[in-house]
């Protein structure tokens, strides 16, 4: 059975067609095939590539840009259940494993099958309520609850494993992965979580309370979160979204399915965090 790889190229960037190019070129003539999501294939014009976004047979998703990027590449991914390896072609790029000035490297590690499986824990949400019988998603990063855009505050109650834990009135309300600690949860005040620990945050938003601080619950913990004011927009990475109304619950757990990162270097997670924040390790008297 032939080698295949399928590619997801940042759209609107000017960089990421022309080293998807190098890789593709690279990998057919390694005789590994490559396709490319057909919003994508036109950009690459390269003899041999195949424009398909389904990505059974293939052994990996290989993204060429941003978080963004490479969040929206697990569309196509995780039905496959297969990795994604990124190459950083956006700002922080803290999801991406190689620089494209690295792609030679690249292509030589997945001629090679040189890399490692890395999974990431997920969320799954489900939202039921007096308007909407039923509606899921899943989220590598976080699950947000926010106040709609015409509305001043929501109001939630919060309970963890059926106990209630507290009622809050506030923008909206995070849970987070740690893959999203340094994400959208950080933005709000969260704590930067080492994506080996198995943990979920509760990250509540400019919340009007004594107790409004975040917090980490254990990763087979279930968190119900009551809409008592609303309306309230769930989304899911930013994503994939929906509205619901004052009386809904929307519960967070644990996803079955873990997502995979291909990693071709075990980096200490502490080096990404200094080299993406540009962290003052040196002190202030070097």
């Not at 059926?162 to 849970?175: I, V």
Request: glycine share 8%.
């Amino acid at each position: 059975m032939s080698r295949r790889v399928l590619f997801v190229v940042r759209s609107g960037s000017n960089q990421a067609p022309d080293v998807a190019r190098a890789a593709a070129t690279g990998l057919l003539e390694n005789n590994i095939e490559v396709l490319c999501a057909h919003d994508d294939a036109a950009l690459l014009n390269v003899a041999g590539v195949v424009p398909s976004d389904d990505a059974t047979g293939c052994e990996l998703v290989v993204v060429f840009g941003g978080d963004g990027t490479i969040l929206s590449s697990f569309e196509i991914a995780r039905p496959a259940d297969i990795p994604v390896l990124g190459v950083n072609l956006g700002h922080v790029g803290f999801l991406a494993e190689a620089e494209p000035e690295n792609i030679d490297a690249v292509v030589n590690a997945i001629v090679e099958h040189n890399w490692i499986v890395e999974e990431r824990l997920t969320l799954e949400v489900t939202v039921a309520g007096p308007e909407q019988q039923h509606w899921s998603s899943w989220a590598l990063n976080e699950v947000a609850i926010e106040k709609d855009a015409r509305e001043r505050m929501i109001q939630v109650m919060v309970s963890v494993d059926d106990r209630p834990l507290s009622q809050w009135s506030a923008d909206g309300l995070l849970c987070s992965t740690p893959t999203g600690s340094t994400a959208y949860a950080f933005s709000a005040g969260g704590p930067v979580v080492w994506p080996e620990v198995d943990a979920m945050l509760v990250v509540p938003i400019s919340a009007h309370a004594l107790f409004a601080r975040p917090l980490v619950v254990s990763p087979g913990s279930t968190v119900d979160v009551n809409i008592i004011k609303g309306p309230a927009v769930i989304s899911a990475d930013g994503r994939r979204t929906t509205e619901v109304s004052a009386g809904s619950t929307v519960t967070i757990v644990r996803h079955a399915q873990p997502t995979k990162f291909a990693r071709l270097h075990m980096v200490p997670f502490t080096e990404r965090l200094v080299a993406k924040f540009e962290l003052p390790v040196q002190g202030w008297g070097a």
